[in-house]
């Protein structure tokens, strides 16, 4: 196998994890409600357990990250195939709340551990191409959803219980397990930066720049504004008028197109642009949808998905070009950082719902205070895209000064 064909083998294999990781997220998403009603979990409950599937991943990339130069990216992904398969089984034959805490924190280290293989992976297969084909490789995490999304809807219509839900992801976790095993990965290789190979230590040395320490706080909070927002839409959106299933598909739907054209426009805007838009319009988006019922709430979700499509990639890009002596660790502990701020405001966002709809038990009708509780948690989730906004303005400005002093400086040394 040559090298083209055996990075395109690679990259599909690393594909296939992640439309699994997807599916584990949407299909969760819609069963939180079978959940409740089957296991008697309150909505602070259910954020527990939800809490676990975030938990499990920054515990895996941060382990991952570690051990990336020892391990390799091929054993990363035996792990993550592992504990995919283990989680899928045990979620299946949960008989209660602690049975679904256990599985679910498998199935979010499976997820840890796909993320901590394939990102450096596929940065150190297409090293001149780095976000535009992480943003190629993070099509799948919507397409993922996408597809879970229309199963999980398909599947409860026809009367399918959740079991069978979490059941049909073994298939896609099947696939890529014997893609893993049966294909050659490339040797382990350590980041070089200016030709000189660096180890784990001088990653873990990289990490206390003030810039990496930085884009790690802005990652707790596009991953929320993200994935904390998707993960509830079940629950938030549920009396509003629409399907929240196929309102998650046209977000996702969104998000697959958009990132996997995303090179021209990363081109055109470099990163930091790219991530200040998204900002704005994923606090627009969120507002609208805190206020939007019937229609209105498909064209809020629109232009919330336009949002938060580029986020996770390009912040992942962003630290693999500008500070690539990070390595592999760099961008495990981005992703790890992001999924444990999931984790952590996951069990807070269920408390607001349970809260929100006690202050809105004056409301006529069961349906009315599902939906002002609904409409109470997105004004309050508005607040992560609003702190970015500021976030990366300050630092687009302060970089577009940096490199006007550099170009002034290199013009009158000339």
Request: net charge positive; proline share 4%.
């Amino acid at each position: 196998m040559d090298n083209t064909t055996q990075s395109r083998a690679l990259f599909i294999a690393s594909c296939f994890a992640l439309l699994v990781t997807a599916m584990t997220f949407a299909i969760r998403a819609g069963m939180l409600s079978q959940l409740g009603q089957d296991f008697a979990l309150s909505d602070s409950q259910l954020g527990w357990v939800n809490a676990m599937a975030f938990l499990g991943f920054p515990v895996a990339t941060l382990l991952g990250g570690l051990l990336y130069n020892t391990l390799g990216a091929k054993k990363l992904l035996i792990i993550a195939f592992s504990f995919h398969l283990l989680g899928l089984i045990l979620t299946i034959t949960a008989t209660g709340f602690l049975a679904l805490l256990i599985s679910t924190f498998f199935i979010g280290f499976a997820n840890g551990a796909v993320e901590a293989g394939c990102n450096p992976l596929i940065t150190s297969l297409y090293p001149k191409q780095k976000t535009t084909m992480l943003n190629r490789f993070h099509v799948w995490f919507p397409g993922g959803i996408v597809v879970g999304a229309l199963c999980s809807q398909f599947m409860t219509d026809l009367g399918f219980n959740w079991q069978s839900q979490v059941a049909i992801m073994i298939i896609p976790t099947l696939i890529y397990g014997v893609m893993v095993f049966k294909i050659a990965f490339p040797e382990k290789a350590e980041e070089v930066v200016n030709t000189k190979p660096l180890s784990t230590l001088d990653n873990c040395k990289a990490l206390m720049s003030p810039l990496f320490i930085f884009m790690l706080f802005c990652m707790t909070l596009t991953a929320t504004t993200e994935l904390a927002t998707q993960q509830w839409i079940e629950r938030i959106l549920g009396a509003s008028g629409v399907s929240p299933m196929l309102i998650m598909a046209m977000i996702t739907g969104v998000m697959a197109i958009g990132r996997y054209f995303a090179g021209p426009i990363v081109k055109r805007l470099n990163p930091l642009g790219v991530l200040f838009t998204s900002a704005m319009l994923a606090f627009v988006g969120i507002s609208l949808m805190s206020k939007a019922t019937g229609v209105h709430v498909y064209l809020s979700a629109l232009c919330f998905a336009l949002g938060v499509t580029y986020f996770w990639p390009t912040m992942l890009g962003f630290v693999a070009e500008k500070m690539p002596e990070t390595g592999a660790l760099g961008l495990s502990l981005m992703g790890g950082a992001g999924m444990f701020a999931v984790s952590i405001w996951n069990p807070i966002i269920g408390h607001w719902i349970d809260q929100a709809k006690t202050n809105a038990a004056t409301a006529t009708t069961a349906q009315n205070i599902d939906l002002l509780a609904g409409q109470s948690v997105l004004s309050s989730l508005s607040l992560f895209p609003l702190v970015l906004i500021a976030a990366f303005g300050l630092l687009w400005i302060k970089t577009y000064k940096r490199s006007t002093i550099s170009a002034s400086q290199a013009e009158s040394t000339s």
